[in-house]
């Protein structure tokens, strides 16, 4: 979110990330609130609110020319709250920082970065389908995750500390979209 330039910079001291418990039962401050004040542009403020609902992550993002820090907390916290959601049948922990990783990640050789045709982004939609957030976020209370050092806004490298073979990429991690 802070990493695109057509927003602007962020006003030093104003970034703000909390917790919040979402309105669909998902658990007690399971949720995370980020938002902060920008220059250099016409955009005032910028915020982004995520929260999971049984199995599934929403993002809800808001940038104003007008309204300030309070103002588009108000935005999104409205938006969260008209979602026409059912009770949440999983409960799920604290969010936490990802906080970053001790060591570097060493590769054995060099990745590869491949683009998927429709045919390979559907497989791959298909494979991820098949993940289970709620245990990945059991299991992440017992072994936090850490941000890797190599990550950049195109992607960001995510794994458990001092874990090799385990590690989730997300592509387009400055907020474009991953």
């Not at 998902?26 to 609130?33: E, L, Q």
């Not at 993940?131 to 072994?143: E, I, Q, Y």
Request: some cysteine; overall charge positive.
């Amino acid at each position: 979110m802070l990493n695109n330039p057509s927003i602007g910079e962020t006003v030093e001291g104003s970034f703000f990330l909390g917790r919040f418990t979402p309105p669909n039962g998902s658990g007690p401050d399971s949720a995370i609130h980020a938002r902060a004040l920008v220059q250099g542009t016409d955009v005032k403020s910028t915020g982004l609110s995520i929260f999971a609902h049984d199995d599934r992550l929403f993002k809800v993002r808001a940038t104003s020319s007008t309204l300030g820090e309070t103002g588009i907390t108000k935005v999104i916290g409205d938006l969260i709250l008209r979602l026409a959601m059912s009770q949440s049948k999983v409960s799920y922990p604290h969010a936490t920082l990802i906080s970053p990783c001790k060591k570097p990640l060493s590769f054995e050789k060099d990745l590869t970065v491949k683009r998927y045709d429709v045919f390979g982004q559907i497989n791959l939609a298909l494979a991820i389908q098949q993940l289970s957030v709620a245990k990945s976020v059991a299991d992440s209370v017992k072994k936090p995750w850490c941000r890797d050092i190599q990550s950049t806004s195109d992607f960001g490298v995510y794994r458990r500390n001092n874990h090799k073979s385990e590690y989730f990429v997300a592509l387009n991690d400055s907020g474009f979209g991953a």
